[in-house]
């Protein structure tokens, strides 16, 4: 048996299109950051409040693809301006799945708004990973025997391993990929090595079918096209969205 732990280092966003080229043959497999683990206490600065409260009827946000820009619309008047990150517009073709990482244009909506968002990774981020490590994938089931017998088990919502001829429980990392035989492992979407804590920034504001508008551990990116879909922005323009716009404002992506 052969370990490889890999460390969780992610451009997270939310989800991809996916198109199905041909039946799977393969599956996937990782670990994530554990709900034990508290996130790092907000620290951003809010600058100044707009000089009226925003509402749905009276301010929206356009966001320019493109030129990699949103605004903050009242009216004629432009309330913030702020540089975003947005989707590669790539492929990722792996084991007869295929995603594709685009922004959605068009009509959204804020639908909610979270502090301290938790990422739980869709399959397209492990089969990235195992594509770029050249390591096959398979998706962990409830016991997963390896060739030398031990066995990748899930006790408590962690993901561990118990040894041939011992019965002891050996908790897995969960701020690490779970790598055994050259294969990486996708653990189960409600265990706490599949949630991943900072990846998001401070605050996310849910536009929909897993789409966001969040921060990011990599401030140097803002301005990029290389996100999975979502709109990425710096920690200062985040705060100021999150604290002054409200859920139900609509986002106009084009």
């Known amino acids: 048996m052969s370990l490889l732990l890999l460390a969780v280092a992610t451009n997270a966003c939310a989800t991809a299109s996916v198109a199905q080229v041909s039946p799977e043959t393969t599956i996937v497999v990782v670990a994530s950051a ?16 707009p000089r009226f409260v925003l509402t749905p ?18 009216g004629t008047d432009t309330l913030r301006s702020a540089t975003v990150s ?22 959204l909506f804020i639908r909610g708004k979270r502090t301290d968002p938790v990422w739980l ?9 195992a594509q770029q490590n050249t390591l096959k994938l398979a998706r962990l089931v409830p ?34 990929h779970i790598v055994f035989d050259s294969t990486l492992f996708i653990p189960p979407i409600a265990s706490l090595n599949r949630r991943l804590h900072g990846e998001l920034g401070d605050y996310a504001l849910d536009l929909g079918d897993g789409y ?3 921060g ?27 604290t002054y716009v409200p859920v139900g404002v609509t986002v106009v992506v084009k």
Not at 59 to 74: D, M, T
Not at 216 to 242: E, F, K, P, V
Request: charged share 25%.
């Open 34 to 49: 554990p709900d034990s683990v508290k996130p790092a206490p907000v620290t951003s600065v809010i600058d100044e409040a």
């Open 57 to 74: 009827r009276n301010v929206r946000l356009i966001v320019s693809v493109n030129a990699r820009r949103l605004w903050v619309v009242a």
């Open 86 to 107: 947005v989707a590669s517009g790539s492929d990722l073709t792996y084991g007869g799945r295929r995603w594709r990482f685009a922004t959605p244009r068009g009509r």
């Open 121 to 129: 990774p869709p399959d397209w981020h492990y089969a990235e990973v």
């Open 143 to 176: 016991e997963t025997r390896l060739r030398d017998g031990s066995r990748l088990v899930l006790r408590d919502s962690v993901v561990g391993l118990i040894k041939p001829g011992d019965t002891t429980f050996l908790a897995l990392p969960t701020t690490e």
């Open 212 to 214: 966001m508008l969040h």
């Open 216 to 242: 990011t551990n990599d401030q140097r990116a803002i301005g990029s096209n290389t996100t999975h879909g979502c709109i990425r922005l710096a920690d200062r323009d985040l705060a100021w969205l999150y």
